[in-house]
């Protein structure tokens, strides 16, 4: 499994960016697929996450402000996220794990940059 993340960037506080991750590969029909990141000096957390049949997990620090959605069809999963905030700064990892097969898969990261 490939996963192939693009939309990342430098934006001011306040402004949006939409992530996209693409996943080609052995795709089991259920899965989850989501994001984590990762600001330097600290752990990578769990941004948001959003399984095959449409239930999603959203961390307390963004919600309100980012929302998750997959293409079932194109096997891609998207991040909007607005209202950005410069502790929003990080690398940000698309995953996919298929539960049944206990595999996890992750794409290369995106940079997203946010200023004061």
């Known amino acids: 499994v490939q996963l192939q993340a693009s939309g990342g960037g430098l934006v001011q506080a306040g402004g949006s960016l939409r992530l996209s991750c693409a996943a080609s590969?052995?795709?089991?029909?259920?899965?989850?697929m989501g994001w984590y990141r990762q600001a330097p000096g600290k752990q990578r957390e769990l941004v948001a996450t959003m399984t095959s049949g449409g239930s999603t997990t959203t961390a307390d620090s963004v919600k309100g402000r980012f929302t998750i959605s997959r293409d079932n069809a194109k096997n891609t999963v998207y991040l909007q996220m607005n209202s950005l905030k410069p502790e929003d700064t990080a690398v940000y990892y698309c995953n996919t794990n298929f539960p049944l097969q206990r595999t996890s898969y992750w794409g290369q990261g995106t940079q997203v940059t946010v200023s004061s």
């Open positions: 590969g052995s795709i089991f029909s259920i899965n989850v």
